[in-house]
Every structure is written in structure tokens, then in C-alpha cells.
């Protein structure tokens, strides 16, 4: 098994164990470290239902609290199951990219796209002209 799909392979495992009782979407995402290792998260839906949250940012958390805010992210992959357990496609939203894209251009990020085929980009390409915390200073 290649790091492709291995990374696949734990971002869809990671997918199967979402809490998503109100839209049978379950989404898987990796956050792989440039040091190696890797963090899962997937999407906990709520009933009441702004509070949910998406998978690439629960993974985001988790390798936050693994490197004490300061993790070198290489790559993150997303999976998404429908109802019946085959993946479906799962373009990563856009408060996902911005959360992604805060801690560098360069990441790539791994998604079915709504043709069917998966693909990887640098986040860059997914939000031109992100707003960054240089805006601030
Ligand atoms: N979702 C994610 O986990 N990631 C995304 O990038 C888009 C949407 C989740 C949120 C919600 O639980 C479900 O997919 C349907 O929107």
C-alpha cells in the first residue's frame, strides 16, 4: 500500500465513525505532518444543527493539540461515504480552505471531485486570494 492509500484508507475509516444522523453525509478527513504521523477527524452533527462540524476541521484540532499549536502540514485527505457506504464526492467547503490554508499555501488537500475522480491540490489553488493573518499586522 502506497501513502496515498493509506492516507485514504484512514481518512475513510475515519468516515464510517462520523456522527451524522441528519444528513447520512459521513466525511473522513487526514491531516498528514511533514514529520510523519498523521490525525483523523470526521463530522459530529447536532440537532441543533449550526453547531455541526466538518471533518477537515475536527483533524485540524486534533494535530493542533498533538504539536502545541504548531503543526507543519503536509497534506490533508477527505473522504466522504454516502448512505449506502461508497464514497461520494466531497469538495472540502470553503471554511474548511480557510482553515486550511491559515497554516500554509502549500498543503495539499486530497477530495473526490463532483466528476467522480479524485484529486489532490495545494490549497492555494482551492482559495485564491485568501484572506491571512498578515491582514492583521
Ligand atoms: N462536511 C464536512 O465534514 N466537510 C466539508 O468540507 C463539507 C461538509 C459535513 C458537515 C455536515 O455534517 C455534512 O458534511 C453535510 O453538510
Redesign the pocket.
Known amino acids: 500500500m502506497d501513502r496515498g492509500e493509506s492516507l485514504h484508507e484512514l481518512a475513510r475509516a475515519a468516515a464510517a465513525r462520523?456522527h451524522?444522523p441528519?444528513?447520512g453525509?459521513r466525511?473522513g478527513?487526514v491531516v498528514r505532518l511533514a514529520g510523519g504521523g498523521s490525525h483523523v477527524g470526521?463530522?459530529?452533527?447536532n440537532a441543533a444543527f449550526p453547531l455541526?462540524?466538518?471533518?477537515?476541521?475536527h483533524a485540524l484540532a486534533a494535530a493542533v493539540a498533538a504539536t502545541a499549536g504548531r503543526p507543519e502540514i503536509e497534506s490533508v485527505t477527505?473522504v466522504?461515504l454516502g448512505p449506502d457506504g461508497v464514497e461520494v464526492p466531497?469538495?472540502?467547503?470553503g471554511?474548511?480552505r480557510q482553515q486550511i490554508v491559515e497554516f500554509g499555501p502549500a498543503i495539499r488537500v486530497g477530495f473526490m471531485a463532483s466528476d467522480g475522480r479524485r484529486i489532490e491540490l495545494p490549497v492555494a489553488e482551492l482559495l485564491p486570494h485568501p484572506f491571512l493573518p498578515a491582514a492583521l499586522r
Open positions: 462520523a451524522a441528519y444528513s453525509f466525511v478527513a470526521c463530522n459530529v452533527e455541526s462540524g466538518c471533518a477537515e476541521r477527505v466522504a466531497a469538495p472540502p467547503c471554511a474548511c
